[in-house]
C-alpha cells in the first residue's frame, strides 16, 4: 500500500518569493514514481514535475524543482519567484511499481500568491 | 493533440435519472481512468482500463458503470445515484499505465445529484 502525506493545508506566501510545499510518502514498492500537480480553480489537473524512485538527480522543469530526499522519503515541490497564477491547490502524487497503473494523491496544500 | 475532452463540463441529474459522461483521447494512450473528486478533497480512482479492458474497480457501487467502447473513447454511465455522488468526475489517460508516464486530465464533469 501507498501513502501520501501533506501537512500544509494552506499556504500564504509573497509573489517572486520562493515556496517549498512538503511532501512525505510511504511504500513497500522498489521502485515508484513521485508526481505534482496543480488545480487551479477552474478544476483540470495540471502535470508540474516528475521524480523517479531511482533518478540519481533531483527533477526540474522551469520554475518548478523536486527537493528528493529518498531515505527521508520526501519529495517537496520548491517553486521559485511565484507568481498571482501560481494560487491553486498543489497535489503530491505517487505510483508504485507494483499495480502500477494507480496514480494516489496526497491531501494537497492550497496555495495563495499574496501581491 | 495532447488533450483529454470531457463532455459535459456541468451535469444536474435527479436520482431515478440515467445519464452518461464521456471522455475522449486521441493520442494514442492505452490506459484510461475516471477519478471522483469532492470539494476540497483529493481525487479518488474509482476505474482504470488498461488495452479496454478493465483493469482496477476500487469497490465503487454498481450505480456507476464504466465502459470503454475503443482505445480512444471512455464513458461513465450514472444510474440511480445519490445526493453525496454529487462530485468533480475526472477522466485521465496515460501511454500505458507504467510507473514513470504522467496523467493527462481533462477538465472534468461537475455532477449535482438532487
Known amino acids: 500500500a501507498q501513502k501520501i502525506t501533506q501537512t500544509q493545508p494552506g499556504m500564504f506566501v509573497q509573489e517572486k518569493e520562493a515556496v517549498t510545499l512538503d511532501c512525505t510518502y510511504d511504500t513497500s514498492d522498489p521502485s515508484y514514481g513521485l508526481f505534482w500537480y496543480k488545480q487551479p480553480s477552474s478544476g483540470e489537473m495540471i502535470f508540474l514535475i516528475y521524480q523517479g524512485s531511482y533518478d540519481q538527480q533531483n527533477a526540474t522543469e522551469g520554475r518548478y524543482s523536486l527537493n528528493f530526499q529518498k531515505a527521508r522519503k520526501s519529495a517537496n515541490l520548491v517553486i521559485s519567484a511565484s507568481q498571482l497564477g501560481d494560487s491553486a491547490m498543489y497535489f503530491c502524487a505517487m505510483r508504485g511499481y507494483f499495480g502500477n497503473e494507480k496514480l494516489t494523491f496526497g491531501t494537497g496544500t492550497r496555495l495563495t500568491i499574496i501581491p | 493533440d495532447t488533450e483529454v475532452t470531457q463532455t459535459p463540463k456541468h451535469l444536474v441529474m435527479g436520482m431515478t435519472n440515467k445519464k452518461s459522461l464521456k471522455c475522449e483521447q486521441h493520442?494514442?494512450?492505452?490506459?484510461m481512468y475516471w477519478y471522483k473528486q469532492k470539494a476540497k478533497k483529493p481525487p479518488e480512482l474509482m476505474f482504470v482500463y488498461s488495452y479496454e479492458k478493465l483493469s482496477i474497480n476500487e469497490s465503487v457501487p454498481s450505480r456507476f458503470s464504466p465502459e470503454c467502447p475503443n482505445s480512444s473513447l471512455l464513458n461513465l454511465h450514472l444510474h440511480a445515484l445519490q445526493p453525496e455522488d454529487s462530485a468533480l468526475y475526472l477522466c485521465?489517460?496515460?501511454?500505458?499505465?507504467?510507473?514513470?508516464?504522467?496523467?493527462?486530465f481533462g477538465s472534468g464533469t461537475q455532477l449535482s445529484v438532487l
Open positions: 485521465a489517460s496515460t501511454l500505458q499505465g507504467a510507473t514513470n508516464e504522467k496523467l493527462f
Open positions: 493520442m494514442g494512450h492505452r490506459a
